[in-house]
């Protein structure tokens, strides 16, 4: 085996001296003219095997940055969409803790926050309980009616309700002022949420 491999290796390199032999005789057989213009030939053809890989590095170089900069900005989104979704699901389990903590009796605090208020309260109608979404919410609402109030006092009264505990809202606002009086009277329905008890 090694015999064979020095006598392939022995052919090969007679070839490259016979070949480089017969390059310089043809060389130098040319005139001056042509030995210049196979130089120059030899000098473009080498400026531009220069130029093309130079040219494919750069356009390779150039995709790299381009990939890089795809999963750069891809990385970025993932990052992005993972603190909105931390942030939706702090909010989430915020809105539960107030859905199960400080379960309100609507009543009972309509009318403490009216007499925080200042307002006497003389209409209050209970509409009982409803789900809500998906089921697991039950909604509980009054209808209250104020009449003769200052609208300060109703501002500070409907802001005190929904600052308490629990999640308790004003669904609907309507007001008829009596301006030469400077009070109106006010019809408001007030909501109180809570996540339904498992059966």
């Keep these: 085996m090694m015999e064979r491999l020095q006598l392939l290796w022995s ?39 220069v130029f093309l890989t130079l040219f494919l590095l750069a356009i390779a170089a150039d995709s ?18 993972a603190t909105g979704f931390a942030e939706a699901e702090r909010a989430r389990k915020q809105a539960e803790a107030d ?18 208020s200042g307002l006497d309260i003389p209409s209050l109608t209970p509409k009982g309980e409803i789900p809500v979404g998906d089921g697991r919410i039950v909604e509980s609402t009054v209808d209250l009616t104020l009449t003769d109030v200052q ?5 500070n009264f409907l802001s005190a309700v929904e600052r308490g ?24 329905t007030i909501a109180a949420y809570k ?4 059966p």
Excluded: C
């Design 99 to 116: 859905l199960t903590g400080n379960e309100v009796s609507l009543i009972s605090y309509l009318e403490d926050k009216g007499g925080q």
């Design 11 to 49: 052919d090969l390199q007679a070839w490259y001296l016979r070949l480089t032999g017969d390059l310089q005789g043809w060389y130098l057989r040319l005139t001056a003219r042509e030995r210049l213009m196979v130089s120059a030939a030899g000098g473009g053809g080498l400026v531009f095997v």
């Design 165 to 188: 505990p629990g999640v308790v809202r004003v669904r609907s606002l309507r007001i008829e002022p009596r301006i030469k009086d400077n009070v109106l009277t006010a019809w408001t």
């Design 151 to 155: 609208l300060t006092k109703l501002v």
């Design 64 to 81: 790299t940055r381009h990939r890089t900069e795809s999963k750069l900005k891809r990385l970025a989104e993932a990052e992005q969409l």
């Design 195 to 198: 996540l339904k008890a498992n």
